[in-house]
């Protein structure tokens, strides 16, 4: 039943030995200082035996942090810990994407370095609480980036993924889904602007195609993904035009020839499948909470090229031996998602232990 999963791919110049995929996790388990640790090494090589790892949300610079402690990729000290990380994976026959994701509005003075307000589209709160430090907390109202502080930040992504092969991953993914920059630029609740970056579909989008092709000419469009989420309210995102955006988006994406499009799927099937025949690459798809059956006929069915698992992946090192040979999976503990140390990190035995 899962056969399917189990036959070979090229995703832009990587080559898989399979389809099942590590979807990227917030796992809050960097320095303050967001540099990479031997712990981290340790957590991602355990996983390499799927087919492609797309690593945790890292941001491009200090103003794209969003948790305490989570990655960055523009100081040197980050370079060299993201090495120990790429090395370790590559040593153990794996492939790594490093994603870059920068927060925006998502964030507090507190979980950050240098304590400054948060950046947007516009200066529009988002509701709810974030993490800090400190506990939970209500975020503040954030700065609205001036037009040449976007190109500025289009900027900061070319640089992090030059970095990010610097430090030896084979591409990267930019975070353009779940109510982060990228996604606050398209959703028309928290892009109020008056600028070329706001108002019409093709004014919104304009910030996600920049930094994809900057991103792309940078490194090349075949170490180069993106990752959308079409109508996720996560992070109060309110999206009023989905099925115009998503498509002038692809649309609008699909002559640089990326590597991939990733997409975080939210339940509707017409645009999934509108997107998939626009698409001109590898589409990857994450069916977050589906059986592993279904993702596997998504592949059969030709919806996807390649599936991405998450819970799954965090919880069995080990998940495709597991599921070639029919073994049971070890259950995901929420209590240790994020931060912490080797605790629900590096401590889920293989089937074998």
């Known amino acids: 039943m899962l056969n399917a999963l189990w036959n070979p791919a090229t995703v832009g110049e990587i080559a898989l030995p399979h389809r099942l995929a590590m ?153 353009g889904a779940n109510g982060y920059l990228v996604h606050q630029f398209l959703s028309t609740n928290t892009n109020q602007r008056t600028d070329v970056y706001g108002g019409s579909v093709e004014n919104r989008i304009r910030f996600a195609v920049e930094v994809a092709t900057a991103v792309a000419d940078e490194i090349g469009a075949s170490r180069t993904g993106i990752r959308i989420s079409p109508a996720n309210l996560f992070n109060d995102i309110a999206e009023s035009d989905t099925h115009e955006l998503y498509p002038a988006l692809v649309n609008a994406l699909a002559p640089l020839n990326l590597a991939y499009l990733h997409i975080a799927h939210g339940g509707d099937e017409d645009l999934l499948h509108t997107l998939r025949k626009l698409w001109p690459t590898t589409l990857v798809l994450n069916r977050a909470g589906a059986d592993i059956t279904d993702r596997a006929k998504d592949v059969e069915d030709g919806v996807a090229d390649v599936v991405t698992v998450g819970t799954l992946a965090l919880a069995n090192p080990d998940l495709v031996a597991r599921l070639r040979t029919g073994a049971p999976l070890n259950n995901p503990d929420p209590a240790t998602f994020y931060g912490g140390g080797a605790a629900g990190y590096t401590d889920y035995p293989t089937y074998s232990a």
């Open 23 to 175: 979807a990227p996790l917030t796992r809050n388990r960097a320095t303050p200082d967001g540099v990479p640790t031997e712990l981290n090494a340790e957590y991602y090589a355990q996983r390499a035996s799927h087919a492609l790892i797309i690593t945790e949300g890292t941001q491009p610079s200090a103003d794209g942090q969003g948790y305490p402690v989570t990655p960055g990729i523009y100081t040197d000290e980050h370079i060299a810990g993201w090495r120990k990380v790429t090395d370790a994976v590559h040593k153990a026959d794996g492939r790594i994407v490093i994603q870059l994701m920068h927060a925006g509005r998502i964030a507090h003075p507190d979980s950050t370095p240098h304590h400054r307000q948060p950046v947007a589209p516009s200066a529009i709160k988002p509701a709810g609480e974030t993490f800090t430090p400190t506990g939970l907390q209500e975020m503040p109202v954030p700065r609205a980036l001036s037009t040449e502080e976007v190109s500025a930040t289009v900027e900061d992504f070319r640089r992090a993924a030059a970095a990010a092969i610097e430090a030896g991953a084979d591409g990267v993914e930019i975070h």
